[in-house]
C-alpha cells in the first residue's frame, strides 16, 4: 500500500522512512505525487485539528491514504506555553535561537523541578472514507540553558531533557531520540494501524 507523508519538510519524510521502517507500505513524498507546491494553512485550535485538516486535504487531493502531523510544546510553569504552535512562539520573524532564548528567559531563575514540560505529537492518517488519530508524548523539563554545543537534533531539540535524562535532544542519537520521542510513540501506534489497513 502507498502511503503519502503530507508534509512540505523534505527532513520529516526522511524522518518517517526510519520511524516507518516496520509499517507494510511504499512512502511517497508530496513531490512525487506532484503535490509539493500545495499549501495547507495549519487553521486549528488543537493538534488534532491540525493534523486532521493536513492529511484529509492531501488525501482529497491525491487520492491516496495520507499521513500528517502536528507537533506541540507545553511547559508547566507557562500554563502550556509555547503550546499547539511551537514554531511561532516569541512571534512572527524570530530564528529558532531567539525562540529558546525567549522560553529561556521565561523561565528565568525557575529551579528544575518547577520546568515540566512535555512534547504531544498527533499523527492523522486520512483516506478518503476514513480517518485515524494517534497521539504519544514525551515528558521531560527545559534545561536551564541552551545546549549550543550539542550535534544533534532541530527545533527546541538543545533546550529539551526528557524524563530520566540528564542531557537534551541536542545530545542524544537520533535512533535512542525516535524511541522515546512523542513522534516516535505516535509512529509506533501509526504503525499497527497500517498494518491493520494493509490486512483488511
Ligand atoms: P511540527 O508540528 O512537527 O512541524 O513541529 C512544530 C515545531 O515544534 C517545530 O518547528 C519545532 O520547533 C518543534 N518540534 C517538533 N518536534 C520537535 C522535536 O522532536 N524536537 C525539538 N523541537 C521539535
Known amino acids: 500500500m502507498k502511503l503519502l507523508i503530507a ?11 526510519i520511524l516507518l521502517a ?16 500545495m499549501d495547507v494553512e495549519e487553521s486549528g485550535k488543537t493538534l488534532e485539528d491540525n493534523a486532521r485538516i493536513k492529511a484529509t486535504a492531501y488525501a482529497q487531493a491525491s487520492g491516496l491514504l495520507a499521513l500528517a502531523d502536528d507537533t506541540g510544546l507545553f511547559v508547566d510553569a507557562l500554563d502550556g506555553r509555547p503550546g499547539v504552535y511551537p514554531a511561532r512562539y ?32 498527533v499523527i492523522a492518517l486520512a483516506a478518503h472514507n476514513s480517518l485515524e488519530l494517534v497521539r504519544g508524548t514525551c ?18 531539540d538543545s533546550l529539551f531533557i526528557s524524563q530520566g535524562y540528564d542531557v537534551p535532544w541536542s545530545r542524544v542519537p537520533m535512533d535512542e531520540k525516535n524511541r522515546i520521542s512523542h513522534r516516535g510513540q505516535a509512529a509506533q501506534q501509526a504503525v499497527l494501524i497500517l498494518e491493520r489497513l494493509v490486512n483488511a
Open 7 to 17: 508534509t512540505t519538510n523534505p527532513g520529516k519524510v526522511r524522518e518517517y522512512e
Open 90 to 121: 516569541g512571534g512572527p520573524g524570530l530564528t529558532m535561537p531567539q525562540r529558546r532564548a525567549k522560553l529561556l528567559g521565561e523561565l528565568a531563575n525557575a529551579p528544575d523541578e518547577k520546568r515540566t514540560a512535555r512534547f504531544v505529537c
Open 22 to 37: 516496520g509499517a507494510p507500505v511504499q512512502l511517497l513524498s508530496l513531490n512525487d505525487v506532484g503535490l509539493g507546491d
Open 139 to 156: 515528558e521531560g523539563r527545559i534545561a536551564q540553558a541552551d545546549d549550543s554545543e550539542g550535534r544533534e537534533g532541530f527545533g527546541y
